[in-house]
T-cell receptor, first 115, second 110 residues
Framework: DAGVIQSPRHEVTEMGQEVTLRCKPI?????LFWYRQTMMRGLELLIY????????DSGMPEDRFSAKMPNASFSTLKIQPSEPRDSAVYFC?????????????FGEGSWLTVV | DAKTTQPPSMDCAEGRAANLPCNHS???????VYWYRQIHSQGPQYIIH???NNETNEMASLIITEDRKSSTLILPHATLRDTAVYYC???????????FGPGTRLSVLP
């Protein structure tokens, strides 16, 4: 079975440019998460969706970040304008409907470098 | 904030059992203990989870103390490919916020 698919795997962009990261969750999973990982802050939850609806975006750093989930098989995380401090690995993850002992499954990440 | 405490790093000889401890003294009755690991440059990978009883799967065993205030992840025969950061997480069975702490960096040595 295909896991969580993210694109691009690597992106280098200049400060001020718009960055769009994409994610395809595992088919049938109702929850989708966006995490960010840096050396300084570790793995942080940015936002998560349930049935395409954003549930908790309290981790989104600021207005430059936005996330959408137009349908059950696709989500985007957009940074506009990008800044060097946004350089990080961005992980998408998905999970089936909550239940006893549910788990989440991560993609391989999108490595973003803003210069 | 993470509700768990783990040693920052551990070493283990190849072929030996790796025992990774986790303290979760404030765990509540409905919270599960999860273990994930992250091999360099990859996304975190689910290993095992449990509520009260000890659990075993093809990857590892999870031993939870009777008072549930701590647990140990056991990799019975560590290999070099088990070198990774291991995260212990406690979470309710409802809700979806997996909070990752700094984890334990396990180095399996030849």
């Amino acid at each position: 079975d295909a896991g969580v698919i993210q694109s691009p795997r690597h992106e280098v962009t200049e400060m001020g440019q718009e960055v769009t990261l994409r994610c395809k969750p595992i088919s049938g999973h109702d929850y989708l998460f966006w995490y960010r990982q840096t050396m300084m802050r570790g793995l942080e939850l940015l936002i998560y969706f349930n049935n395409n609806v954003p549930i908790d975006d309290s981790g989104m750093p600021e207005d430059r970040f936005s996330a959408k989930m137009p349908n059950a098989s696709f989500s985007t995380l957009k940074i506009q304008p990008s800044e060097p401090r946004d350089s990080a690995v961005y992980f998408c993850a998905s999970s089936p409907q909550t239940g006893a002992g549910n788990t989440i499954y991560f993609g391989e990440g999108s490595w973003l470098t803003v210069v | 904030d993470a509700k768990t405490t783990q040693p920052p790093s551990m070493d283990c000889a190849e072929g030996r059992a790796a025992n990774l401890p986790c303290n979760h003294s404030t765990i509540s009755g409905n919270e599960y203990v999860y273990w994930y690991r992250q091999i360099h440059s990859q996304g975190p990978q689910y290993i095992i989870h449990g509520l009260k009883n000890n659990e075993t799967n093809e990857m590892a065993s999870l031993i939870i103390t009777e008072d549930r205030k701590s647990s140990t992840l056991i990799l019975p025969h560590a290999t070099l490919r088990d070198t990774a950061v291991y995260y212990c997480i406690v979470k309710f069975n409802y809700g979806q916020n997996f909070v990752f702490g700094p984890g334990t960096r396990l180095s399996v040595l030849p």
